[in-house]
Every structure is written in C-alpha cells, then in structure tokens.
C-alpha cells in the first residue's frame, strides 16, 4: 500500500478548514479585521515614539519596523498554522487527542493540522504592509545574502514561536490550569520583540538567548541585516535557533507517555 | 491476537472536600489520591472472536480499551496485539485498528460525512479502489446514501452512529473496538448496527470487542464475555455458562379467578406475591393475580393451579440478561 504523503493529507486538511470557514463568512472576515487594527495600532505606537525620538538607542525608524514586521509575520505564521497547539486544552478537554492517538499519523503533525486559524492572517496583512514600505525605504541594499537572512528570520522565527506552543502543549499534559504566564513566551514577545531585544539591556538578553532563542531570529539576524556586521554567524544564527526544537520534541515525547485522557 | 498481561494503570487525582475553607486549604496543600483504575489485567483474545467487556461504570473497562489503542501507557505489564506493543509501534498498530466510541465523534463537525471519510484515506494511506469498494459496502450495509452529503453536525444520533462505524471501518481494519456503540439509540438503529457488527465480523473475520452496557448488545453479538470490576478481571467465559449459573429462579405470573388455597405448592415453587401482596397465602372469590418464583419445569405447579382455580392467563419468564449481569455484580460485589 503506498503511503499518501504528510504534505498531501495537510492539503486536504487546509481544504477541509476552509470549506468550514465558508459557512461563516462574516465572522471571519470581521475577525480578520479585527487582527489587523490591532497590529495597526502596535504599528502605530512604534510610527509615534519614533517621530517623537527619531532613535531607540540607535536603530532608526525604519530599522525598528524591519525588527517588527518581521516578528509579527513569524507570529501570525506560527498562530495561523500552529493554531491546534495553541488551543492544546481544548483538544485534551474535548477528547479529540484520543482520536489523534488511534489515528497513524504523527500526533503533533495532527493537531497542527486539525486547526488552521486563517483569521490570524490579519496581522500577516499587517506585516506584509509594514514590509512593502520598511525595504524600499530602509536605503538597503537586498542583495540575495539579505534577502536570505530576511527569510531565515520570519521562517525560523516562526518555527521558534511554534516551538514555545509545543512546550505550552506539554505542560497541558499535567495541567489544564494557569497556563496564561506561557503568554508571556509568546504574545509578550510579539509586542516587545518588535523592538530588538539589545534595547532592554543584558539580563532580557541572556533570557531571550538561552531560555528561548528569540534573540537568534531577531537582533542578531537584525544586524547582519542592516549592516552593523558581516559576520556570517549573525546570518546563519536563526538556523541555530532551530536546535531548540530538540528539546520541544522530547518533552513532547514525554507529555504523550503521561497523557491521562478524559473520563468515559 | 490480543495479548494483555498483569497490566497496570493508576492515576493520581486531587482531592479537596467541598467549602471554601478547604478549597482556599488545597490552594496551598494540594492533596492527592492514587486511584488504581487497573489493577491486574490479563487475558488473550483470538483472532476473528467477538468478546463482549463488561463491567459497571468505572471499572476500568475504557482504560482497558484506551490501552489497547495506544492511547494510555500502561504503568506495568505487557500488551501485545498482532505482534506491537501499541503505545511504542502507535502508528504501526493504530493503522490496523478501528475504534468507535460511541460518547465522541470521528467526524469533523461543520463538512459533510464524504468530506470526513475523503480525510480519513488520506490519513490511513488506503488505497483509492479499495477505498471505493469499501464505501460503497458500507453505504450500502449502513444505507448511509442520503447521508454523505449532509454535515455531520445536522445528523440524528442514530445516523451519526452509523457514520462513525463507516468511518472506523474505511481502512478494513482487522481488529475493531467498539464502545458503547448503540447509546442512545433508538430500537430500529440498534438492530442495525448489531446486525451490521455481526455479518462484519462472519465476513471479514474482523476481531470485535464490545464494551457496552446494553446487555441485548452482548447476547446477540457475542459469545464470549470478559466481566471486570474495579480494575480486575473477575470472570472470563461463554456467555451460555454464566448464563447457566447465574440465571436464578425463574417466575410464574398467573391470573385466575374464583377462590383458592396456595400453602401447599409443588417442590421446587414458592410463592412471592398474591394481589400484590407478601404473606398472604389464601384468597376468596373474585379474580386474582398470583406470581411464584420456581425451579425446573413449571407444568407441575401449572398442573395444581388448574385443578384449584379457574386460569385466565398464565406467564413464565425466563431471567434476563440484565438480571443475570446484576446477580454477577453482586456475586463479586462491584
């Protein structure tokens, strides 16, 4: 029996998920607006600090918005596709984990897959606007090394995001309780890692590099970007982020042996 | 072939006693109980059989099953099922499982019945001609045609049902669980699952466990049934055996008219109630009603009862599956 591909069985998973979204279409694209004024508006507090202080210790209007749209584009990435894991105790509290577990596919491929949150793609819009006037008028010069280091970014960026869900899913292994401080890992670093992380001094640094790599695909990167280095290892740092996932990968491992189901 | 030996599952619960002293007391001292929802669970299962796991609420019998799919890793003991241990071969083992359960759906709520069952070959990688013949036995056999097209959240239980079995069966699966697959059903659509169940697995050779309350789910789907209780096997045998031991006494209801002394009666009779009464033992003219439990064959008490009175109706019951099961609990206490 030949084995239909991951990739095909998420295609008909997203064709399934906007068939759904079909049935409500004003809700949805309300939602959508609603995702968007609020990036907007985040937009704008950096457009009115910046008019009224011209720099944050050193990076220029248009260098902060570079920081920002692409933070927000890794968010909204991870958000609309890795929405199932950022819901992760309504999948546990309903049951529907048991059915992903009698199911052969790999379970965090399925609860990624079981939920595409397309209203998220607001604050995608919101980025993609931010990007269409921080590159002309950032006065860089996007030969393919930037442009490179610009993908690695928002890509590794949003694979980071998705980590940190997936460790927010581990801990829902144990409890369903008190989970709002993972926020902090999460929509707390899509507000203020709109800003480069060097602005807040050392100790937000060293958190931001080691406990979640943040830093890894967001100054660092920043830098080689707008040219304050040449270093290749600023280049290629978001791709070191990445070894973050190891770690989420085993906890994950261990939340599924320590999953306790639902009653019934 | 299922294999489960000495297998063990706890769960740690909190507990707190109600008020707001206590809860306010379990902010800061969480207190936990270990409940044992297996505690010792062996026994083998055949390929092609049809077994019937029953027990009361609670007693372990969808921790059983949830280990048997890979669900829940078991704290101790083995589970081998056609050669994989489930919860480390998950994805090996599940994709020759079927498992309904009958408090949840498989179904994606807001698409229609064709859509879900398009994503679940996906999923299992089923082959597309085998996946058409299979839908089309199945919608015929389950006459879902008019269903296919409607989403899931629009159909009746009982249509919905018949959707999820269709759907736990579209990779021909060779080991199917079902749990509690006719609650809430009504008496047309229970029929209809049974039946299906039954020519599914003389067909095919499916392997079927049932967990169910539904005791007329187990008699006319099973032969074999295992009993659990607070997490232990307690019985494990032919339904006809258990049946033979723990039918008990069987009932006599009889109506007559006229009057009639009823203290002396046959071996093996007694007298439970007269007019709906304990006690009373002797009536005079009019018409009464009469109910005795006996032992063996009813023609002898059927026999003095005609002699005595004027008969106008008479009834034996044999005990039934529902009794027997409540005499088996009771047995073994759970």
Redesign the interface.
């Known amino acids: 029996m030949k084995k239909i591909s991951n990739l095909t069985v998420y295609r008909k998973f997203l064709s399934i998920h906007l068939r759904s979204l079909m049935q409500y279409k004003a809700s949805f694209i309300m939602t959508l607006l609603g995702q968007f004024s609020g990036a907007f508006s985040a937009f704008l507090t950096i457009y009115f600090l910046l008019r009224r202080f011209g720099t944050v210790e050193g990076y220029t209007y248009q260098e902060v918005l570079l920081c920002f749209a692409s933070i927000y584009m890794a968010f909204s990435l991870a958000e609309t596709f890795a929405r199932g894991l950022d819901r992760f105790p309504a999948v546990i509290g309903n049951g529907e984990f048991d059915r992903i577990l009698v199911r052969p596919r790999n379970e965090i491929f399925q609860v990624i897959a079981s939920k595409t949150e397309l209203t998220r793609l607001g604050r995608l819009l919101q980025a993609i606007v931010t990007f269409c006037y921080a590159i002309p008028a950032s006065g860089i010069d996007f030969t393919p090394d930037k442009i490179l280091c610009l993908v690695l970014m928002v890509v590794c960026g949003a694979l980071v995001f998705v980590g940190v869900f997936v460790i927010f899913a581990f801990i829902c292994f144990f409890t369903l309780e008190g989970l709002e401080f993972m926020n902090i890992l999460t929509d707390g670093v899509r507000e203020h890692g709109s800003y480069p992380f060097d602005i807040y001094g050392k100790e937000i640094m060293t958190v931001m590099t080691f406990v979640v790599p943040y830093t890894l695909v967001q100054v660092y990167p920043l830098h080689y970007l707008i040219g304050r280095t040449d270093s290749l290892l600023n280049l290629f740092a978001p791709l070191l982020a990445l070894v973050f996932l190891i770690p989420c990968a085993l906890l994950w491992k261990l939340g599924v042996r320590h999953y306790k189901s639902t009653g019934s | 072939m299922i294999r489960l030996s000495h297998i063990k599952k706890s ?1 740690r619960v909190s507990r707190r006693a109600g008020g707001i002293k206590n809860a306010v007391g379990s902010f800061f001292r969480r207190q936990y109980d270990t409940v044992e929802a297996l505690a010792d669970i062996s026994f083998e299962i055949g390929d092609g059989e049809m077994v019937g796991y029953i027990g009361p609420n609670g007693a372990g019998k ?1 921790s059983t099953v ?1 280990v048997m ?5 078991p704290d101790s003991g083995e589970c081998v099922i056609n050669g994989r241990v489930p ?1 480390k071969q ?3 083992h ?2 020759e ?1 079927g ?1 309904v ?1 009958g ?2 759906s ?1 179904l ?4 229609p019945v064709a ?1 879900s069952f ?2 679940l070959q ?6 597309p001609i085998e996946y058409r013949r299979n839908l089309d036995r199945l919608t015929e056999m389950l006459d879902l045609s008019q269903l296919l097209q409607t989403p899931t959240r629009q159909l009746s239980l009982g249509q919905r049902m018949r959707c999820e079995i269709a759907a736990a069966l579209i990779h021909s699966p060779k080991i199917l669980f079902l749990d509690e697959p006719t609650i809430g059903l009504d008496a047309v659509s229970k029929i209809a699952v049974r039946d299906f169940v039954a020519d599914l697995n003389r067909e095919r050779g499916t392997t079927v466990i049932l967990t169910t309350h539904d005791m007329q789910d187990i008699e006319a789907l099973t032969k074999r049934i295992i009993l659990i209780g607070r997490g232990r096997i307690l019985l494990d045998g032919q339904l006809s055996d258990l049946r033979h031991r723990f039918e008990g006494r069987r009932r006599l209801t009889a109506e007559f008219t006229g009057s009639a002394d009823l203290t002396a009666l046959p071996e093996g009779a007694s007298l439970l109630t007269l007019d709906g009464r304990e006690g009373l033992s002797a009536v005079s003219d009019g018409s009464h009603r009469a109910v005795f439990a006996i032992d063996g064959s009813p023609s002898a008490l059927i026999s003095l009862l005609s002699g005595k009175t004027e008969l106008t109706d008479i009834a034996v019951e044999s005990t039934s599956i529902d009794e027997i099961v409540v005499n088996m609990y009771r047995e073994y206490g759970v």
């Open positions: 769960f969808s949830k799919s890979g669900i829940l890793t919860w998950r994805k090996e599940v994709s499982l498992v359960f408090q949840r498989a994606w709520w807001d698409v859509d398009e994503l996906a999923i299992y990688s089923v082959d």
